[in-house]
């Protein structure tokens, strides 16, 4: 139904698009994740080009959006958006929000019209709110009669730019509602969102975008069961992290500290895990050989509570915790009390150490 | 009960509080009796005096005799005693104090000398007897110890003094008997009185300062000769020292706090005229010549003396004094910053102003009287006198001396005021200063002014640290004997002024009253704008104020309010006027007289000569000597109009003004007066189809030169400078000029009360409606004008939010042309007054062309409104948030669509508020429409006014139209905002939905 080839869009200096290139098609939902402000909905609403694109190609149906001679409006026509902010036309009633697109574009009749959108309010539930204007309804009442304005036109794609970010967790379930109503009757739809679950429950495909392109993307279950790249991952597994690099003998053991107890503190760890993981940082490092270039990464899942120290040392293959490889292994062992695991890697000419901190 | 207890308890604690001592007035000593407090000075014999009389008394003593009276008045002492002439002096000069006429001790003054010297005693007594024999005796009890007010200066008295010196010991604090005056001289009873000695004993008098204790001591030393200072006979001085005879019987008097009521404010003293002022207090700046003249003019009244005019002037103000002598000069300013100070006499008499010289200096002085005859041959010193005096104006021209020669050295006074000498911005400037730097110019010299104060100008003569002195030094004998004058070069004058509510009729104040025209010279005069009278007033009386009004009824509504003295109109409108006005009176007619002529463009001279021709031969066969009787001689508003037929093939535009019978006039529906007989005979025997178009006066002229009218009458007065702009016929009229003032301000009217029957405000106001409406059918004139106005109204807001939802579109483009035209429009139109615009357009773009100026009235407001339409739309559209356009976008409507659908609809509704009120605007605006002569609601107001010569009824009438017209529109308007706001449409669509 929609292809996009190498999308891109600047603003001025600002690139927020860079190369965006997929498949959308008939019955799929789309879910879009990742973190603000990375052009999610910019890519949204270049689909139905209320963002013209600096560069790349849209096909909507074969048809191209960004041609000169196209007729968008009669494209639009066929494509539905539903807004964070809702945007009902404030001075009709609800009634006349779903009429007035049928009557004045696809030409029905007002009784015709009426009836049709009596239909889809029963559909989302909000049929005794014809007479209403629409500042007289609540968040989720607005977001559903939105959906419901879009129905009206029939649409043969929605799209959906963060349809239940401005809504309390209260509303926000009817709203979902109704979009997964959408979702089982086979309506191909485009979404951004931050409900997670939802996204996961609902979607045919996954988009995670970052740095400015479709950075991952997949079904719910390799997305969210087994996230390939970095990026997703952190943000799959709200993964928080440190890195610190160390370059030479001399490195300064105290800032390193102090910069580790500063996530330790923001994270909220109790006294004993800060103190562990100190502990387990100094030891480490006691143990290894060269210092030349050793990247350091403490990471922390919101999600499961797991803490990991991560140390990458480019050298010869040296394995600290293999047996006899130390002469005095009291560190090894102080490491190993704090640990519920251990291991090691060579990958690359990095000797890669990871350690599951316990909590 | 219970309401009133608290108040009570206040009014209790307030007697406890307030009243340990009970505001009782002492009237006798007995009530002094009983342990009361004394104030006395100390080093005097008071206390003792005090204790003879009342032994229980108790004493607090002062430095001075005033500071015990003080006291007194402060409530720190019951009473204070000293010398009853003293005591007097201070009650006289304080509020709030009064001596008890009772004495405490009697006491007697003498002068006192050596023990030995008999011989002097003897010429003193002898002195004392003469003086008391001739007068003078008296005199000075009069002068020195008035009942109220302040001792009159010393008067000068010559010694010879050949035989020696008389040295007159004296303390001199105790006034009135010996004192230093503001000019640091000893004076008093006293020191006259040893003055008196000393010119009969042939010597001059040396008058010794002490302290009044040192004064027996010094006597007996042989410091002095004889000492006086109120010094009271007692037997103890007498041991050692010899008293002449007693001069006053004096006492101890004690002085008490005075509760009876403050001294009655006089005001309404109703001052008619100088010889009032007798016995009235007459305030004078000390040692300047009204001083003196008071004095010696006025010996009944009591003279108050102040340091400067400032202080007379808060004496006047503050009602300490009744009236007061001041320089004529000064009066301008005075009474700008006074208002409530008026002229009893403007000038009582006048007083030579004269550049002073060193005596010996006589070529100087003689060179500088060669200079002012010289000035005054060539017209300068009329220009100076005229700049500084008349005018009061504050510019000093450039004058330089080029390569002086040595310097001329002028004493002048900074600050002595206008329009001799004061320092504006930190510069020299004034009629003397102008002249000093004249007459140095004149000798080749630098002009170098040395300042100084005025009491040191003749000593700085005299020394000669100065040339010349000036700064309107008045030319006096006692002068004259130190310092030689030049010529007089200015006459000042002197006034009598007071408070304006302490003269009899501020009005009636000669120099307000007027009697002959020459009484104009310096009033307020209002005219008619653009008339002749303007460039006569401007000529003939270049001191009178000139007002200028645009209609007659103005003009009459001014004199009748006093915003102006007397007004200036033709004769025989005045005339009507005077008829139906009876509180005004004619001041003269016969001022000004001008030829009448009817105003033609340049560009069509054979027009002209046709109306010449036609002139001629109504002269000839004695129709014009018909209209001269129907219109001129007899009352025009009887006069009844002939009918004309105008039905003449050639069309011809004649332009008039409706305010002025017998000349042109708007009666019953028609236009009457001579001017448009004269014309509409005219049309009728040259074959034209007359058409009257009325505009204001001053606009005539400029329709004539635009083209949009070809002849122009309306008793226009045919003066040089109209002539450079129009041609004239020849005259047809006279115009005589009537002056015209309130008869309260003409001579001869004097006492007349005025004659109006009383009305209540009911019959006046039925009676305003008849005139004004009824009578002559005057409402058609109204609702012709009413329905131009609506009509100018209706198309000007049409055009106008079209054409400012065009520049709304415009300014809301892409294209940058658009954008920047539609910026420069909104600029332009907002910035230029709609008068302006107006004018611009009828008169000079639509110039020559015949147009209806209604149309233009349309085109310039419509304009005007869409400037500020296009920017409300703008407002109200860009206020729509944006993503209701996303959503229309969004939603598959085009730009257009998704404009007209869904944010149209949401920016009327924002807009409307903002638009009635402008709309409203819109229809107030156009009652300037009658400057280019169409008749809207206003004008027709004008026109009725102009007959009725009512201010009040046609303006409210007028006023309350235009409401009703704003009232129904808010009420139009209001209806469409309804339909537009969506919550009204609601009610129907849930009738829909429940189908």
Redesign the interface.
């Known amino acids: 139904m929609i292809t996009v080839k190498s999308l891109s869009k600047h603003f001025g200096d600002l690139v927020v698009l860079k190369d965006i290139s997929v498949e959308i098609n008939k019955g799929e939902v789309i879910s879009i994740i990742g973190p603000s402000g990375t052009g999610k909905s910019t890519f949204l609403r270049c689909l139905?080009l209320?963002e013209t694109p600096t560069g790349g190609e849209i096909f909507i149906d074969g048809e191209p959006l960004l041609d000169k001679n196209t007729n968008v409006?009669?494209i639009?026509?066929?494509?539905?958006?539903v807004?964070q902010?809702?945007?009902?036309?404030?001075?009709?009633?609800v009634?006349?929000n779903l009429t007035?697109?049928p009557i004045?574009?696809l030409g029905r009749g007002k009784n015709d019209a009426?009836r049709k959108a009596?239909e889809l309010l029963k559909l989302v539930g909000l049929a005794e709110k014809?007479?209403?204007?629409p500042d007289e309804l609540s968040g989720g009442q607005k977001q559903r009669v939105a959906i419901a304005?879009?129905m009206a036109?029939e649409p043969e794609i929605l799209?959906f730019d963060e349809p239940t970010s401005a809504l309390d967790p209260t509303m926000v379930s009817e709203v979902l509602a109704v979009i997964r109503r959408l979702a089982k009757e086979g309506m191909t739809m485009v979404i951004v969102t931050h409900e997670m679950e939802f996204a996961r429950n609902m979607s045919s495909r996954i988009f995670y975008m970052d740095e400015g392109i479709i950075y991952e993307e997949g079904t719910p279950q390799q997305i969210f069961g087994n996230p390939l790249r970095e990026k997703t991952r952190a943000f799959i597994h709200r993964i928080r992290s440190l890195h610190y690099h160390i370059a030479s003998r001399d490195y300064d053991l105290y800032a390193l500290q102090s910069e580790m107890e500063a996530f330790c503190d923001k994270h909220l760890f109790t006294k004993e895990i800060k103190r562990a993981i100190l502990l387990i940082t100094e030891e480490i490092l006691g143990v290894q050989q060269e210092f030349s270039d050793i990247d350091l990464s403490l990471s922390y899942s919101e999600k499961d509570g797991g803490i990991e120290l991560v140390c990458e040392n480019t050298g010869k293959p040296f394995n600290p915790f293999a047996e006899g490889v130390l002469e005095d292994d009291l560190g090894v062992t102080l490491i190993k009390s704090r640990c519920n695991n251990v291991s090691y890697q060579y990958e690359n000419g990095k000797n890669i150490l990871t350690l599951d901190v316990k909590v | 009960m219970k309401r009133y207890t608290p108040g009570i308890y206040l009014v209790i604690l307030m007697q406890l509080f307030g009243c340990g001592k009970k505001n009782v007035q002492i009237a006798n000593l007995a009530m002094l009796e009983g342990g009361k407090t004394f104030a006395v000075p100390t080093g005097t014999a008071a206390d003792q005096l005090v204790l003879q009389r009342i032994p229980d008394a108790k004493m607090k003593y002062f430095n001075s005799a005033f500071d015990c009276a003080m006291a007194v008045r402060e409530g720190k002492a019951d009473a204070a005693a000293y010398d009853r002439p003293i005591l007097q002096n201070i009650a006289g000069k304080n509020d709030g104090l009064v001596v008890l006429p009772e004495l405490l001790v009697d006491d007697r003054y003498g002068f006192a000398v050596q023990l030995n010297n008999e011989k002097l005693k003897t010429v003193i007594d002898q002195v004392l007897t003469e003086i008391k024999t001739n007068g003078i005796y008296n005199d000075m009890m009069k002068r020195w110890l008035p009942e109220k007010g302040v001792p009159a200066p010393m008067p000068k008295i010559e010694l010879a003094g050949t035989n020696g010196v008389l040295r007159f010991g004296t303390a001199a604090v105790t006034e009135p008997m010996s004192f230093v005056d503001e000019n640091k001289n000893v004076v008093g009873f006293d020191v006259e009185f040893a003055t008196y000695v000393a010119r009969k004993l042939g010597k001059k008098l040396e008058i010794v300062d002490m302290e009044f204790g040192a004064m027996l001591p010094a006597l007996v030393a042989d410091k002095v000769d004889m000492i006086g200072a109120g010094l009271s006979i007692t037997e103890e001085r007498a041991k050692s020292v010899l008293f002449s005879e007693s001069y006053y019987p004096s006492g101890i008097a004690a002085i008490v706090k005075d509760y009876s009521p403050p001294r009655l404010v006089k005001s309404n003293l109703k001052i008619k005229d100088i010889d009032d002022i007798k016995d009235k207090r007459i305030g004078v700046v000390t040692g300047t010549v009204h001083d003196s003249y008071a004095i010696n003019n006025y010996p009944d009244a009591v003279i108050m003396q102040y340091q400067n005019y400032a202080d007379l002037l808060t004496a006047l103000r503050s009602e300490k004094a009744d009236v007061a002598f001041v320089d004529q000069s000064s009066t301008k300013d005075i009474f700008s910053v006074n208002p409530d100070l008026g002229y009893i006499v403007e000038n009582v008499y006048s007083v030579p102003i004269g550049v002073g010289f060193n005596k010996v200096d006589s070529q100087l002085r003689g060179r500088f009287n060669t200079f002012l005859n010289e000035i005054k041959a060539n017209g300068i010193y009329d220009d100076l006198i005229d700049r500084w005096d008349r005018q009061g104006l504050k510019e000093m021209p450039q004058i330089k001396t080029p390569n002086p020669n040595g310097a001329l050295r002028v004493g002048i006074v900074s600050d002595i005021g206008m329009p001799h000498t004061i320092v504006q911005n930190g510069e020299l400037i004034g009629l003397d200063v102008e002249l000093g730097r004249r007459f140095a110019a004149y000798l080749g010299r630098e002009y170098v002014p040395i300042d100084m104060p005025f009491g040191s100008l003749i000593a700085a003569l005299s020394t000669r640290k100065v040339d010349l002195i000036t700064s309107g030094i008045m030319i006096t004998q006692e002068r004259q004997k130190q310092i030689d004058f030049s010529e007089p070069y200015f006459k000042s004058g002197v006034s009598l002024i007071a408070m304006k509510n302490n003269i009899a009729r501020a009005a009636a104040v000669t120099g307000s009253i007027m009697t002959t025209a020459n009484d104009l010279a310096d009033k307020k005069i209002g005219i008619f704008t653009g008339t002749v009278h303007d460039a006569f007033i401007a000529k003939k009386y270049p001191q009178a104020k000139i007002l200028r009004y645009e209609s007659t009824a103005d003009l009459i509504m001014s004199v009748k309010t006093d915003k102006v003295d007397a007004v200036m109109l033709d004769l025989i409108t005045g005339r009507l006027l005077l008829k139906h006005n009876p509180e005004l009176a004619l001041l003269t007619d016969d001022i000004f007289n001008t030829p009448l002529g009817v105003g033609f463009s340049k560009k069509n001279p054979a027009l002209r000569d046709e109306f010449n021709a036609f002139l001629k031969e109504i002269r000839q066969d004695g129709t014009y000597a018909v209209m001269d009787k129907r219109w001129f001689r007899e009352d025009a508003e009887g006069a009844v109009m002939p009918s004309f037929d105008y039905s003449g093939t050639k069309k011809l535009v004649v332009g008039v003004s409706v305010e002025d019978l017998p000349y042109v006039a708007f009666m019953n529906g028609q236009y009457v007066g001579f001017d448009i007989e004269m014309i509409a005979r005219f049309g009728e025997r040259q074959g034209y189809d007359v058409e009257f178009v009325q505009m204001e006066f001053p606009s005539l002229i400029a329709a004539l030169a635009a083209g949009k009218v070809e002849m122009i009458s309306d008793g226009i007065s045919i003066s040089e400078e109209r002539q450079k702009q129009i041609d004239f016929s020849d005259p047809y009229a006279q115009f005589r000029t009537a002056v015209i003032v309130s008869k309260n301000r003409l001579a001869g009217y004097e006492g007349e009360k005025s004659v109006t029957t009383k009305k209540t405000f009911f019959q006046g106001v039925s009676e305003s409606f008849y005139s004004n409406i009824i009578l002559e059918n005057r409402y058609l004139l109204i609702v012709d004008g009413l329905k131009i106005t609506i009509i100018i109204s209706i198309f000007a807001a049409i055009v106008g939010t079209l054409l400012g939802a065009l520049v709304c579109f415009m300014r809301m483009a892409k294209n940058k042309f658009a954008v920047g035209f539609a910026q420069v429009y909104i600029v332009l139109l907002r910035g230029t007054p709609v008068l302006v615009l107006l004018m611009i357009i009828y008169y000079v773009i639509f110039a020559s062309v015949n147009i209806n100026p209604v149309i233009v009235a349309v085109i310039a407001f419509g304009l005007n409104f869409a400037a500020y339409v296009s920017e409300m739309f703008r407002t109200s559209i860009e206020s729509i948030e944006k993503?209701?356009q996303?959503?229309?976008?969004?939603?598959?409507?085009?730009k257009l669509?998704t404009f007209g659908?869904?944010i149209l609809?949401?920016a009327l509704?924002q807009v409307l508020p903002v638009y009635k009120g402008e709309f409203i605007s819109l229809v107030k605006m156009t009652s300037i429409v009658g400057y280019i002569a169409v008749q809207d609601l206003t004008k027709a107001g004008d026109i009725i006014r102009s007959r009725t010569f009512d201010a009040f009824f046609p303006l409210i009438m007028a006023a309350v139209l235009y409401l009703l017209i704003a009232w129904l529109l808010t009420w139009a308007l209001g209806r469409i905002e309804i339909s537009v706001d969506?919550?009204r449409?609601?009610v129907a669509?849930?009738a829909?939905?429940a189908q």
């Not at chain 1, 014809?130 to 204007?133: L, P, Q």
């Not at chain 2, 996303?886 to 085009?894: K, Q, R, S, V």
């Open positions: 139905n209320l409006p009669k639009r026509q066929k494509m539905g958006m807004f902010s809702f945007n009902l036309y404030a001075h009709l009633t009634l006349e007035i697109g004045k574009l009426d009596i014809a007479g209403n204007f304005r879009c036109m799209l | 993503g209701q996303e959503a229309g976008i969004a939603g598959g409507f085009t669509q659908y869904i609809p949401q509704r969506p919550k449409r609601r669509a849930k829909g939905v």
